[in-house]
DNA sequence: GGAACACGAAACATCCGAGGTCTGTTGCAG
DNA sequence: CTGCAACAGACCTCGGATGTTTCGTGTTCC
């Protein structure tokens, strides 16, 4: 095994040993390499590496430090992960929330606190009455993010962040092609938020529920019927529109 | 922006764009570090981090290729970021595993093949009368797995898989310390079989949700009760103590 | 006395070039 | 045709030199 493999396995176990805590400093450079026994480079590159995982947080004229190791910050990572699955997979990943996204809008009817309620209320009734698709779905990644935080399960909020992702393309595909998509997500939204408000956790993860298979039926038939199921591209997304 | 950082999003670019397909070899270092205008160190820094999270792979005295992409790999790499959480946050985890499992089992029940189920009673019946702790949390380790393959979605597959590695510690810990623990995993593992077996997708969710919640049930009140609610250390786990 | 500024030490960022090791291939001998 | 050995290509590792950024300190000015 590479030497670097094995200084990331070192530094890992340093840090689930409790050796290294959640915002300790590394020794600086040379003095890590020497003991552990390898060079500065082989060093570099494996905190490189744990720093693309967001384990390690390197300040360039400070120093090398753990960082939180809080579930979103590394669940958070898996965005870069999930980045590589645009087109072929992105049923599976939606199949996958479709699971998580009841069970967490129910958590959150039930343990959401009245002010988060309220502000989410106030995020539905931001949106203009006809929003740009962009702005839509920038509205509507907001909105569901309050709920998953709103469950009080950080794994689950982190998860369902990642793979929202993706599937923020093919509702951008979906507004841009489908008559009335724009309306109907409104509407279900809105059923959501009062079945929250009203602390029916059934409801509301019923509606969760319709409410993301309507997506993915809609995505299914899409790529079904389509000649090519690639996502068109449109690189300067709802950040650069909204703007 | 670091000239490595840079460098990934490069590469990362050149492979979703798909200028770089799965499979394909990278030009060598060399040529590569020109091309992207930085120097052989900084580029390998930036391939080792790709690396780690299973999107390239190096191979000495050949060259680096891209691998195949396919969820299972790359949300495998999730395990690496999973493993950063072995004690707190060990709840939140199963509680997203005790969403996903029961769904997963559903669909096992639906999808799985004869012959796969076939496999799945073989495998129940290979554990012999009296199993040790780690021979049984192998054992169900691989249960689960083939279930979740069995499923159909790639990505809920190595989620789950994922998912699974923190709370085994929990189940050894279980097992060594809850009488009648062994007994009682076996009899839910026959009867999610049987339910699989029978097509009947809401029985083996069910059985499921029965199964993850013993666990999750069981661990909340071992970690509220306990002063220190820290999983002890037994780092010579199954694989070591069954050989 | 307090605040703003300037300086210097510390630490990471980047680059370079040399030698080592492994792998796949090629060519020769049997 | 098969097996072995030598070769070339590619990655692995190292150590040092130089540039950049940050933080702490001491000084100066108000």
Not at 62 to 80: I, Q
Not at 170 to 179: D, K, N, P, V
Not at 191 to 207: F, M, Q, T, V
Request: aromatic share 4%; hydrophobic share 45%.
């Amino acid at each position: 095994m590479p030497v670097t493999d094995v200084a990331i396995d070192k530094i890992k176990d340093m840090i689930i040993s409790g050796e290294l805590a959640p915002g300790d400093r590394l020794p600086k450079e040379a003095e890590l390499a020497q003991r552990l026994g390898l060079s500065r480079s082989s060093l570099r590159e494996a905190v490189k590496a744990l720093c693309l995982i967001r384990v390690l947080d390197v300040r360039q004229g400070d120093g090398t430090y753990v960082t939180s190791l809080e579930p979103n910050l590394l669940l958070d990572a898996m965005t870069f992960v999930v980045d590589f699955h645009r087109d072929d997979t992105v049923l599976d990943f939606l199949a996958v929330r479709r699971i998580l996204e009841p069970a967490a809008t129910a958590l959150a009817a039930l343990h959401m606190s009245d002010d988060d309620i309220t502000e989410l209320g106030t995020l539905l009734s931001e949106l203009e009455d006809s929003p740009t698709v962009e702005a839509l779905v920038a509205n509507d990644l907001q909105f569901h993010r309050k709920i998953a935080d709103g469950s009080g399960n950080p794994v689950l909020c982190s998860l369902l962040d990642s793979l929202s992702g993706p599937t923020a393309r093919a509702r951008i595909w979906r507004g841009l092609t489908q008559e009335g998509a724009v309306a109907k997500t409104r509407e279900q939204h809105t059923a959501i938020y009062e079945a929250i408000a009203a602390r029916e956790p059934e409801l509301a993860r019923s509606w969760a529920t319709v409410h993301v298979a309507g997506v993915e039926q809609w995505l299914r038939n899409a790529l079904g019927t389509a000649d090519d199921p690639t996502v068109p591209d449109s690189d300067d997304g709802p950040a650069a529109a909204a703007s």
